[in-house]
Protein backbone atom coordinates (compact mmCIF):
# COMPACT_ATOMS: atom_id res chain seq x y z
CA UNK A 1 0.00 0.00 0.00
CA UNK A 2 2.84 2.34 0.76
CA UNK A 3 4.77 1.58 -2.45
CA UNK A 4 1.57 2.67 -4.40
CA UNK A 5 1.44 5.60 -2.28
CA UNK A 6 5.42 6.52 -3.16
CA UNK A 7 4.74 5.30 -6.88
CA UNK A 8 1.20 8.12 -6.58
CA UNK A 9 3.61 11.11 -5.60
CA UNK A 10 6.00 10.44 -7.80
CA UNK A 11 3.37 10.32 -10.41
CA UNK A 12 2.05 13.83 -9.49
CA UNK A 13 5.47 15.71 -8.71
CA UNK A 14 6.73 14.68 -12.19
CA UNK A 15 3.15 15.89 -13.65
CA UNK A 16 3.30 19.01 -11.99
CA UNK A 17 6.95 19.35 -12.97
CA UNK A 18 6.41 18.79 -16.71
CA UNK A 19 3.40 21.44 -16.23
CA UNK A 20 5.60 23.94 -15.04
CA UNK A 21 8.30 23.37 -17.20
CA UNK A 22 5.70 23.39 -20.01
CA UNK A 23 4.03 27.21 -18.84
CA UNK A 24 7.52 28.22 -18.30
CA UNK A 25 8.56 27.46 -21.66
CA UNK A 26 5.83 29.29 -22.99
CA UNK A 27 6.36 32.42 -21.00
CA UNK A 28 9.93 32.51 -22.20
CA UNK A 29 8.67 31.79 -26.20
CA UNK A 30 6.02 34.95 -25.73
CA UNK A 31 8.93 37.39 -24.30
CA UNK A 32 11.68 36.05 -27.12
CA UNK A 33 10.77 38.23 -30.19
CA UNK A 34 11.85 37.16 -33.70
CA UNK A 35 11.45 39.31 -36.66
CA UNK A 36 9.39 37.65 -39.65
CA UNK A 37 11.60 36.81 -42.58
CA UNK A 38 11.89 40.34 -45.11
CA UNK A 39 11.45 38.99 -48.71
CA UNK A 40 14.19 41.23 -49.78
CA UNK A 41 17.03 39.74 -50.94
CA UNK A 42 15.20 35.86 -50.58
CA UNK A 43 14.03 33.77 -52.99
CA UNK A 44 11.12 31.10 -52.49
CA UNK A 45 10.28 28.81 -55.62
CA UNK A 46 6.24 27.66 -55.80
CA UNK A 47 5.13 24.63 -57.56
CA UNK A 48 1.47 24.84 -59.67
CA UNK A 49 1.69 29.02 -59.87
CA UNK A 50 -0.77 28.18 -63.65
CA UNK A 51 -4.06 28.81 -61.19
CA UNK A 52 -5.26 28.49 -57.72
CA UNK A 53 -3.27 28.74 -54.55
CA UNK A 54 0.27 28.45 -56.16
CA UNK A 55 -0.93 31.91 -58.49
CA UNK A 56 -2.08 33.92 -55.66
CA UNK A 57 0.24 33.08 -53.57
CA UNK A 58 2.94 34.16 -56.11
CA UNK A 59 1.95 37.55 -56.31
CA UNK A 60 1.25 38.04 -52.75
CA UNK A 61 4.85 37.39 -52.14
CA UNK A 62 6.24 39.42 -54.84
CA UNK A 63 4.72 42.34 -53.99
CA UNK A 64 6.53 41.46 -50.42
CA UNK A 65 9.97 42.04 -52.42
CA UNK A 66 10.63 38.03 -52.67
CA UNK A 67 12.30 37.03 -55.21
CA UNK A 68 9.46 33.93 -56.82
CA UNK A 69 10.39 31.03 -59.05
CA UNK A 70 6.87 30.27 -59.84
CA UNK A 71 6.78 27.06 -61.53
CA UNK A 72 4.09 26.64 -64.02
CA UNK A 73 2.89 23.50 -66.45
CA UNK A 74 2.35 25.33 -69.53
CA UNK A 75 4.38 28.66 -69.18
CA UNK A 76 3.52 29.97 -72.23
CA UNK A 77 -0.37 28.84 -70.89
CA UNK A 78 -2.87 32.46 -69.91
CA UNK A 79 -2.91 31.27 -65.79
CA UNK A 80 1.46 32.15 -66.13
CA UNK A 81 1.44 34.91 -68.83
CA UNK A 82 -1.34 36.59 -66.79
CA UNK A 83 0.95 35.81 -63.34
CA UNK A 84 3.65 37.79 -65.70
CA UNK A 85 2.03 40.32 -66.60
CA UNK A 86 0.66 41.69 -63.01
CA UNK A 87 4.09 40.87 -61.47
CA UNK A 88 7.15 42.69 -60.78
CA UNK A 89 10.50 41.54 -62.44
CA UNK A 90 11.43 39.54 -59.46
CA UNK A 91 8.99 36.86 -60.53
CA UNK A 92 10.32 34.89 -62.60
CA UNK A 93 7.84 31.68 -64.47
CA UNK A 94 9.58 28.28 -64.98
CA UNK A 95 8.52 25.34 -66.81
CA UNK A 96 8.08 22.92 -64.23
CA UNK A 97 5.91 19.43 -64.43
CA UNK A 98 6.43 18.44 -61.17
CA UNK A 99 6.12 14.72 -62.67
CA UNK A 100 9.54 15.18 -65.15
CA UNK A 101 13.24 14.74 -63.78
CA UNK A 102 14.86 16.17 -66.00
CA UNK A 103 12.37 19.82 -66.04
CA UNK A 104 13.14 19.91 -62.25
CA UNK A 105 16.26 19.65 -62.67
CA UNK A 106 16.72 22.18 -65.42
CA UNK A 107 14.77 24.54 -62.93
CA UNK A 108 17.08 23.98 -60.43
CA UNK A 109 19.79 25.38 -62.75
CA UNK A 110 17.47 28.02 -63.49
CA UNK A 111 17.41 28.86 -59.60
CA UNK A 112 20.97 28.98 -59.53
CA UNK A 113 21.89 30.72 -61.78
CA UNK A 114 19.45 33.85 -60.35
CA UNK A 115 19.21 33.36 -56.55
CA UNK A 116 19.50 36.39 -54.78
CA UNK A 117 21.87 37.05 -51.74
CA UNK A 118 20.02 35.52 -48.81
CA UNK A 119 19.62 32.06 -51.12
CA UNK A 120 16.29 29.94 -50.96
CA UNK A 121 14.45 30.73 -48.42
CA UNK A 122 11.46 28.34 -48.91
CA UNK A 123 10.15 26.06 -51.08
CA UNK A 124 6.42 25.52 -51.11
CA UNK A 125 5.15 21.91 -53.07
CA UNK A 126 1.87 23.54 -54.19
CA UNK A 127 1.46 21.52 -57.23
CA UNK A 128 -1.32 18.95 -57.41
CA UNK A 129 -4.54 17.79 -59.06
CA UNK A 130 -7.17 16.17 -57.46
CA UNK A 131 -10.35 13.71 -58.78
CA UNK A 132 -13.45 11.98 -57.08
CA UNK A 133 -14.39 8.21 -57.62
CA UNK A 134 -14.89 5.07 -55.28
CA UNK A 135 -11.86 2.39 -55.35
CA UNK A 136 -13.62 0.03 -57.60
CA UNK A 137 -14.27 2.73 -60.41
CA UNK A 138 -10.29 3.75 -60.28
CA UNK A 139 -7.97 1.96 -62.44
CA UNK A 140 -4.37 1.31 -61.33
CA UNK A 141 -3.32 4.09 -64.11
CA UNK A 142 -5.90 6.55 -61.85
CA UNK A 143 -3.75 5.92 -58.55
CA UNK A 144 -0.29 6.22 -60.19
CA UNK A 145 -1.01 9.56 -61.66
CA UNK A 146 -2.59 10.90 -58.84
CA UNK A 147 0.63 9.81 -56.46
CA UNK A 148 2.89 11.13 -59.40
CA UNK A 149 1.95 14.66 -58.80
CA UNK A 150 0.86 14.57 -55.74
CA UNK A 151 3.00 12.86 -53.62
CA UNK A 152 6.13 11.83 -55.76
CA UNK A 153 5.93 15.38 -57.28
CA UNK A 154 6.54 17.06 -54.03
CA UNK A 155 9.46 14.37 -52.56
CA UNK A 156 11.02 14.81 -56.91
CA UNK A 157 11.53 18.82 -56.13
CA UNK A 158 11.86 18.75 -52.04
CA UNK A 159 15.04 16.19 -52.88
CA UNK A 160 16.43 18.70 -55.29
CA UNK A 161 15.77 21.83 -53.39
CA UNK A 162 16.58 20.89 -50.14
CA UNK A 163 20.39 21.63 -49.87
CA UNK A 164 19.14 25.52 -50.97
CA UNK A 165 16.87 26.02 -47.96
CA UNK A 166 18.86 23.84 -45.96
CA UNK A 167 21.83 26.24 -46.66
CA UNK A 168 19.23 29.19 -46.00
CA UNK A 169 17.87 27.87 -42.35
CA UNK A 170 14.53 27.86 -44.61
CA UNK A 171 10.94 27.07 -45.20
CA UNK A 172 9.22 23.44 -46.90
CA UNK A 173 5.83 24.04 -47.02
CA UNK A 174 3.75 21.37 -48.22
CA UNK A 175 -0.21 21.87 -49.78
CA UNK A 176 -2.38 18.69 -48.74
CA UNK A 177 -5.56 17.82 -47.63
CA UNK A 178 -8.04 17.46 -44.85
CA UNK A 179 -8.99 14.30 -46.90
CA UNK A 180 -5.27 13.24 -45.57
CA UNK A 181 -6.86 12.10 -42.70
CA UNK A 182 -10.68 12.08 -43.16
CA UNK A 183 -11.50 9.12 -45.25
CA UNK A 184 -14.29 10.07 -46.95
CA UNK A 185 -16.24 8.03 -49.63
CA UNK A 186 -15.07 8.51 -53.04
CA UNK A 187 -11.90 9.99 -52.21
CA UNK A 188 -9.82 6.77 -52.06
CA UNK A 189 -7.13 7.93 -54.47
CA UNK A 190 -6.77 11.42 -53.80
CA UNK A 191 -6.53 10.68 -49.76
CA UNK A 192 -3.86 7.65 -50.04
CA UNK A 193 -1.17 10.68 -52.06
CA UNK A 194 -2.19 13.36 -49.53
CA UNK A 195 -1.92 10.82 -46.57
CA UNK A 196 1.57 9.50 -47.95
CA UNK A 197 2.46 13.40 -48.54
CA UNK A 198 2.14 14.12 -44.71
CA UNK A 199 4.21 11.12 -43.71
CA UNK A 200 6.88 12.42 -46.07
CA UNK A 201 6.54 15.93 -44.62
CA UNK A 202 6.81 14.55 -40.59
CA UNK A 203 9.62 12.93 -41.57
CA UNK A 204 11.14 15.69 -43.22
CA UNK A 205 10.41 18.06 -40.34
CA UNK A 206 12.09 15.98 -37.84
CA UNK A 207 15.21 15.37 -40.11
CA UNK A 208 15.39 18.83 -40.66
CA UNK A 209 15.03 20.68 -37.10
CA UNK A 210 18.68 19.38 -36.65
CA UNK A 211 19.39 21.91 -39.73
CA UNK A 212 16.79 25.03 -38.73
CA UNK A 213 14.92 24.11 -41.38
CA UNK A 214 11.13 24.47 -40.57
CA UNK A 215 8.70 22.56 -42.41
CA UNK A 216 4.91 23.15 -42.16
CA UNK A 217 1.23 21.23 -43.51
CA UNK A 218 -1.44 23.16 -44.72
CA UNK A 219 -4.46 21.21 -45.00
CA UNK A 220 -7.66 22.74 -46.59
CA UNK A 221 -10.86 21.97 -46.28
CA UNK A 222 -13.26 22.35 -48.98
CA UNK A 223 -11.96 25.63 -51.53
CA UNK A 224 -13.06 23.47 -55.00
CA UNK A 225 -14.93 26.83 -55.76
CA UNK A 226 -11.72 28.98 -54.90
CA UNK A 227 -9.90 27.02 -57.22
CA UNK A 228 -9.96 25.24 -60.51
CA UNK A 229 -8.60 21.89 -59.26
CA UNK A 230 -12.21 20.40 -59.48
CA UNK A 231 -12.49 18.03 -62.48
CA UNK A 232 -15.72 18.25 -63.95
CA UNK A 233 -17.28 14.74 -65.23
CA UNK A 234 -21.00 13.31 -65.73
CA UNK A 235 -22.35 10.28 -64.20
CA UNK A 236 -21.96 8.88 -67.23
CA UNK A 237 -18.63 9.29 -67.76
CA UNK A 238 -17.42 7.04 -64.85
CA UNK A 239 -20.23 4.57 -66.20
CA UNK A 240 -18.49 4.22 -69.52
CA UNK A 241 -15.20 2.64 -67.50
CA UNK A 242 -16.39 0.35 -65.85
CA UNK A 243 -16.18 -3.21 -66.93
CA UNK A 244 -19.56 -5.81 -67.29
CA UNK A 245 -18.94 -7.09 -63.52
CA UNK A 246 -18.69 -3.55 -62.10
CA UNK A 247 -22.04 -2.29 -64.00
CA UNK A 248 -23.97 -5.57 -62.65
CA UNK A 249 -23.00 -3.57 -58.94
CA UNK A 250 -22.89 -0.44 -59.46
CA UNK A 251 -26.10 1.15 -61.73
CA UNK A 252 -25.56 4.63 -63.46
CA UNK A 253 -28.53 5.60 -61.73
CA UNK A 254 -26.70 5.49 -58.72
CA UNK A 255 -23.39 7.51 -60.72
CA UNK A 256 -25.67 10.37 -61.73
CA UNK A 257 -26.91 10.93 -57.97
CA UNK A 258 -23.18 10.18 -56.59
CA UNK A 259 -22.14 12.94 -58.97
CA UNK A 260 -25.08 15.47 -58.47
CA UNK A 261 -24.24 14.62 -54.62
CA UNK A 262 -20.25 15.45 -54.79
CA UNK A 263 -20.69 18.59 -57.18
CA UNK A 264 -23.62 20.02 -54.66
CA UNK A 265 -21.12 19.01 -51.81
CA UNK A 266 -18.15 21.04 -53.57
CA UNK A 267 -20.66 24.33 -54.49
CA UNK A 268 -20.98 24.95 -50.71
CA UNK A 269 -17.27 25.29 -49.93
CA UNK A 270 -15.33 28.90 -49.79
CA UNK A 271 -15.69 30.73 -52.79
CA UNK A 272 -12.87 32.54 -52.02
CA UNK A 273 -8.68 31.56 -51.02
CA UNK A 274 -7.60 34.35 -48.81
CA UNK A 275 -7.73 31.85 -45.42
CA UNK A 276 -5.13 29.63 -47.55
CA UNK A 277 -2.69 31.66 -48.89
CA UNK A 278 -2.85 33.51 -45.51
CA UNK A 279 -1.64 30.62 -44.07
CA UNK A 280 0.93 30.16 -46.79
CA UNK A 281 2.17 33.01 -46.09
CA UNK A 282 2.30 32.39 -42.66
CA UNK A 283 4.08 29.22 -42.86
CA UNK A 284 7.00 30.97 -45.39
CA UNK A 285 7.64 34.25 -43.58
CA UNK A 286 6.75 33.70 -39.53
CA UNK A 287 9.32 33.32 -37.45
CA UNK A 288 7.27 30.80 -35.27
CA UNK A 289 5.52 29.26 -38.23
CA UNK A 290 2.89 26.09 -37.75
CA UNK A 291 3.23 22.44 -38.07
CA UNK A 292 -0.12 22.29 -39.32
CA UNK A 293 -2.65 24.58 -40.80
CA UNK A 294 -5.99 23.24 -40.81
CA UNK A 295 -8.38 25.58 -42.78
CA UNK A 296 -12.43 24.70 -42.56
CA UNK A 297 -15.32 26.77 -41.23
CA UNK A 298 -15.31 28.09 -37.66
CA UNK A 299 -18.21 25.76 -37.60
CA UNK A 300 -16.64 22.48 -38.90
CA UNK A 301 -13.40 23.16 -36.94
CA UNK A 302 -14.16 21.00 -34.04
CA UNK A 303 -14.78 17.75 -35.71
CA UNK A 304 -12.08 18.15 -37.47
CA UNK A 305 -9.70 18.70 -34.91
CA UNK A 306 -11.25 15.52 -33.10
CA UNK A 307 -11.72 13.05 -36.11
CA UNK A 308 -7.95 11.95 -36.59
CA UNK A 309 -8.17 10.77 -32.58
CA UNK A 310 -11.81 9.13 -32.30
CA UNK A 311 -12.00 5.21 -32.30
CA UNK A 312 -12.26 4.02 -36.20
CA UNK A 313 -15.46 2.43 -35.32
CA UNK A 314 -16.77 5.57 -34.43
CA UNK A 315 -15.56 7.40 -37.39
CA UNK A 316 -16.94 4.75 -39.89
CA UNK A 317 -20.08 5.20 -38.17
CA UNK A 318 -20.20 8.94 -38.85
CA UNK A 319 -21.16 8.53 -42.76
CA UNK A 320 -23.66 5.85 -41.63
CA UNK A 321 -25.49 9.27 -41.21
CA UNK A 322 -25.40 10.59 -44.38
CA UNK A 323 -28.40 9.84 -46.62
CA UNK A 324 -25.93 9.90 -49.66
CA UNK A 325 -25.00 6.45 -47.91
CA UNK A 326 -28.09 5.27 -46.84
CA UNK A 327 -29.09 5.88 -50.77
CA UNK A 328 -25.71 4.06 -52.35
CA UNK A 329 -26.69 0.98 -50.11
CA UNK A 330 -29.91 0.68 -51.51
CA UNK A 331 -28.66 1.05 -54.92
CA UNK A 332 -26.01 -1.45 -55.56
CA UNK A 333 -27.09 -3.82 -56.81
CA UNK A 334 -30.05 -2.61 -58.22
CA UNK A 335 -31.19 -2.93 -62.30
Not at 222 to 228: D, L
Request: proline share 3%; charged share 20%.
Amino acid sequence: MNTIFVIGQIIGITSISVALLFALAKLVSRHHRSHDQDGYGSAVLITGCDSGFGHQLARVLDDKGFVVFAGCLAPEGPGAQNLAEKSSSNLKVLKLDVTSNEEVQQAKKTVLQNLPDKGLWAVVSNAGITDWAEIEWSSIEDFQRMMDINLFGSIRVSSAFLPLVRAAKGRMVFMSSIFAFFNCLNMGAYSVSKRGLEAFADCLRVEMASFGVKVSIIQPGNFGQATNILKMKTGLDIWEKLDGERKQIFNLQYMELANEYFMSTCKEGFKDASMVIDAMLHAVTSSRPKYRYLLVSTVDMLFFQLFPFLPTALTDAVFSLSPMYGKRKALLYAK
